[in-house]
């Protein structure tokens, strides 16, 4: 993390990357990416997060991939409450080291986070 980042709070550094995402998915199918957005908080209340975070993974559209990159990013390298992660994805994260305090937190975490994502596809893919 920069001096800069280190300044700002976690709410602050979790904003900063939905932003920061958001303005890296401009040239996506926009409606698709609005949608898958604000669908998966639905998805990880009702499904579970491990089960969001595996049909993330299943789909080969770029939108699912894009959206499961942006949230292995925040919680395994940028939000700065899990170690650095040597797995190779989310998913495997998820199944094989994370204990259960580590996937309630990371749950949450994923809620907090997609609630920026979502604010800031709606203002900015519309």
Known sequence: MSTQEET???GQRRARHAWEAIK???D???EELRSL???VP????TNG???TIAFLASKKQNEHEWLLGQLTDWLLSKSGF???VKTISLLEWLTTEATMYDYRRATA???EYLRWLKRFAEAELS
């Open 37 to 39: 957005v604000r669908r």
């Open 49 to 51: 997060f491990g089960q």
């Open 28 to 30: 996506r199918n926009r």
């Open 82 to 84: 899990f170690s650095p």
């Open 8 to 10: 700002l709070s976690l």
């Open 42 to 45: 639905s998805l990880i209340r």
């Open 24 to 26: 890296s998915a401009k």
């Open 109 to 111: 975490e994923a809620l």
